[in-house]
Structure formats: structure tokens, C-alpha cells
């Protein structure tokens, strides 16, 4: 087959005009044209009165060969490289033990999966609750201002993205194509086909709850098993080797091989895992806010007339600002059409994120306005002195709302203008259970606040009207990544200091998202798999 890209066409395009495309292209009989499937669509919206899709197609010919040579020097035109995907060993018959993975977020999930397919019958035990359970504590905290500390948007069955946009991208670079693995997977559970070639696919977050739950039987039907409610709270190490767990029951499980895939908010196993000598050093991540304005504004700012075009769908955006202070502003986690949601998982503690539903319909755009912080300047002494830095802010973020789970919020034009918020203007906001109105800036150290005052106005620029009055702030976001990483080696992927160990995922510092976290986790199962080979060979 043949892999052809960067074929340009119309929005209103037929599939007529697709395989019209490919045989100008090639030069080719339209007899000559067998087959085609699209690999990648995307779209430039650069120029608003000219958006057009971009496709990378792979294409099946009666004279492949004959083309490629043809071709040869044009770089649109190439074999298609083989991503399917293959695995790197399998379980012996008779298994010694078993490997353990901690945490069944999308990497505890891939690592838990693969190591199923290839037969090693992983143990996974996650905290919170099952899916449905989940979803019903999560919404306790929406409805009902009660968080379930065990169970909530950051704990639980599928982990912290299961109430998301399920933004399905990543820059990690792959050249093992195991995303590919992962959005087959995920097809194969439930999702939508189109994950597999639309550039920024996203899922949202009704489907990921039952594609989780269909995963987590495929992994049963292997032979894994699946422990939830069942917290790690030691683990077990002699002569820098992991021996095995020990659960909140008391319980102890033991294994040489185990996997921490653990997110970013579990601190408290964190600390855990640091005081046992683990070795953990503090890593950047970024602070600030949510902002959210009409949906409507965004898509006529981005997509001109093309606004509301069902192809397109809900727009999104992507900004950057350098500021004088030395700061740089980005936005993080942008969710076209979608819900600002309450995001904590410890009492007393206030956290914001964003999801969406599939249909990215709802009237709010919401994204992360965030300040990246590192250890050196901003959290400098210890290497969990991140954390200690977000429980401060989070909590004083929690009396700022009323102490209700209620968050603090702002509109733009008071922010900028330094007076606090009284009232309400055309942007409703989303996040339940409610905001209260006030002044934020307080809510962030000064560089912080002064560095997001000077890059509102600049994206203004960029995406006209988003520093708009009544666009409103909601605060905090703290959670972007990991404040900590656990290091590990890079050819086995173990603990640097503790063998058997495997730090995977956001929380291990190791991921950004779900599919890099998911694609974290297989690469885990790999290297897990054959030590594991390995080891009971040579015993
Ligand atoms: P997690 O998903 O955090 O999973 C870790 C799991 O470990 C949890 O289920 C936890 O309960 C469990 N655990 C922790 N400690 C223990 C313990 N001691 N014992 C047992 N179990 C334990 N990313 C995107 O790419 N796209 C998006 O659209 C998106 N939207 C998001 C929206 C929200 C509201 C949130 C919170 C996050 C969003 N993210 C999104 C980020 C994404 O969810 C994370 O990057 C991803 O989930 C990280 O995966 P992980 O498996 O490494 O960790």
C-alpha cells in the first residue's frame, strides 16, 4: 500500500471528489484506483474565508511498485509504514508470580491490558470505585456539594480522564505507533471510528464510562483481575527490590514487579513512596485559572463563516504568551462547548478542570489559563515541596469560595481592571455547584497574577474579544501535571533506585494526557514483561 499526504479539498467535498483527488495525484486510471482508506484528516483554518481539509490517505493501486519508482523524489508519495502492532513476548505457561499494577487510570488501564493479552494475568488495584459507582459519588460533589475522597473525578475506574473532553492527541513522539494500539483498543470498546484519522479527535466523556467498563472485561476474560476500593498504602522493599504491597485491609500482596501508576493527586501515596527512600525529585508543572466565554465567539473568531459547520464542530484554540516578568501563560486542556468541573479529591480543598460531552455542545468554551512554575525558583527546599505549594493554594482556595465547594471566580474586566466582581454578566458560568463572585488576586502568588493580567489582553489579539468584560474567571487550576517525578531508568524503566518498581504515567512525571499516559502504560507492560521473561528464565 501506499501512503499519500497533504491531498487538500473543499469542506463541502463529496467521495467522489476524494478519489478524483488521489487519481490526479498519482496520475492513474480511475480503474486503476482499488482501494483507499483515510489515515489522517485535519483541517487549515488559517485563512478564514478558505478553510479546507488536509488528508493523508492510504491508497492500494493495480501498479504500486511502478508508482513508488515514479515518485520517487516526492515526498507525498511513500510506502505505507507498517504500525500495526506486535507483541514483544508472552507469558510463560506456568507463571511464578503475578505483576501488580497500581492505579486504573488509561496507563494502569494499557499496562493492565497488555500485560493481559500477553498472558501475564496482572492483579489491578484501584482506590476508588468501579465506573457507575463513580460517576454517582462524582456527581455528589456537583449536586450535593459531598465529595467521596476515595471516589471522585481524580479516583476511580478510568482515572482522572474519565470525566474529560477525552482529547485524544499527543506530541509525544511514537515511533513504535503505540498510540495507534491505543485508539484501536479504544474503537474496539466503543469509541467512535473516526478517532482512528481525525487530527484532534476527542470522545468525551459519556463514552469513555462505558469503553472503560468494556476494557476492564476484556482484561477479566484474560485472566486479570481487577480490585477496586483497595488502596496501596506501603510497600514492601528489602535490598532496594520491591517485594510486594500492603493494602488499607491490611492485606498484603506480593509481587517483584509492580507497577505505580498512580496520577498526579494521589499525595498522600506520594508521600508514601518518599518516605520509604523511593527516589522522587520535584519537576515543574503550572498554576492559574479557567476561563470561560461563549462558544459562539470562538467559533467566529476561528472559523469566520465556517462558524457553527457541523464538519468542523466546536473550535478550539491554542495560546501562548512570553511575558516581561519572565513567565510564560498558556492555555491547557481547552473544552470546545463543554462544562468547567469541580476537580478536587481531598476535603477542604478546591481544584478546577474542564470536560465535554461528545457533542460539544453546550454554550461555554472553557480552557486553563495557566503560569508554568518550577522547583528552583517557586517551591525550592525538598522534592515534595510542590505539593505542599498546591494544598496551600487549594485550600485557601476553598475559604476564598465559602468554604462549600463553591468556587471563586471573577469576570475578565475586573480582573484586569484589579476591583472585585459583584455580579454576574452575559457568561453564565458552568461549574457546579457554583461560583462565588470576588477578587482573585489574592488566589495566586503576585507573579502569577501579574503574568496572566499582562497575557489576557495578548490573546485578545490573537482571538479577538477573549479578554471581553463579562468572560469569566474560575479558580484554581493546580492540577495540571505532576508536581513530582519518580525517576527511573531509562532502558528498563524501573525506579532508579528500587528495583521491581515501575513509576508510570502523569504522576510518575512520565505522561501528559490520556493517550500519552495510556501509551506510557503499554510501554510499562513491555519492559515489565520481559524482566519478568527474563528473571524466571534464569531462575
Ligand atoms: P490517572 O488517570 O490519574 O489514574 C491514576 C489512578 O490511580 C486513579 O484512578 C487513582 O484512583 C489510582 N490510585 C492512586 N493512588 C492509588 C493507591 N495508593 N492505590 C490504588 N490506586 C491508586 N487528558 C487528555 O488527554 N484529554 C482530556 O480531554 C483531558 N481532560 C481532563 C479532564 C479532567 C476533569 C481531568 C481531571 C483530567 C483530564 N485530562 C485529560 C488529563 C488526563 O485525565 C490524565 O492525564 C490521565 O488520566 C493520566 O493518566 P494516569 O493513568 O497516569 O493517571
Known sequence: MLRISNIKLPLDHTDSDLRMAIVSKLAIKNSELLEYRIYKRSYDARQKKNIFFIYTLDVDTSKNSQLLEQ??????????????????????????????????????????????????????????????????????????????TESNVQFGEGGAGTFSDGKLYTQIKDPQHHGRKVLEEFVAAGAPEEILYLSKPHIGTFKLVTMVEKMRHTIESLGGEILFEQRVDDVLIENQRVQGVILASGETLLSQHIVFAIGHSARDTFKMLFAKGVYVEAKPFSIGFRIEHPQSLIDQCRFGDYAGNELLGAADYKLVHHCKNGRSVYSFCMCPGGTVVAATSAEGHLVTNGMSQYSRNERNANSAIVVGIDPENDY????????????????????????????????????????????????????????????????????????????????????????????????????????IRLKRDRESLQSINTRGLYPAGEGAGYAGGILSAAVDGIKIAEALALDMVSNQVSK
Open 71 to 148: 515518485f520517487a523524489d516526492d515526498a507525498q508519495i511513500k510506502v505505507r509504514p507498517d504500525d500495526s502492532y506486535r507483541f514483544v513476548t508472552q507469558a510463560p505457561e506456568v507463571l511464578i508470580e503475578r505483576p501488580i499494577v497500581i492505579g486504573m487510570g488509561p496507563c494502569g488501564l494499557f499496562a493492565g491490558l497488555i500485560l493481559a493479552q500477553m498472558g501475564f494475568k496482572p492483579i489491578i488495584l484501584e482506590r476508588g470505585k468501579e465506573v457507575r459507582e463513580r460517576t454517582v459519588d462524582t456527581f455528589g460533589l456537583w449536586r450535593k456539594r459531598k465529595l467521596n
Open 380 to 483: 525550592p527546599g525538598y522534592p515534595l515541596a510542590g505539593l505542599d505549594l498546591q494544598d496551600r493554594l487549594e485550600k485557601q482556595a476553598f475559604v476564598l469560595g465559602g468554604e462549600s465547594y463553591d468556587a471563586p471566580a471573577q469576570l475578565v474586566g475586573d480582573f484586569l481592571g484589579n476591583k472585585p466582581s459583584h455580579e454576574l454578566g452575559s457568561v453564565e458560568p458552568s461549574y457546579k455547584p457554583g461560583v462565588k463572585l470576588g477578587d482573585l488576586s489574592n488566589s495566586l502568588p503576585d507573579y502569577a497574577i501579574a503574568a496572566i493580567r499582562e497575557a489576557i489582553p495578548a490573546f485578545d489579539k490573537k482571538i479577538r474579544g477573549f479578554a471581553m468584560h463579562d468572560a469569566v474567571l474560575t479558580a484554581l487550576e493546580t492540577r495540571t501535571s505532576s508536581p
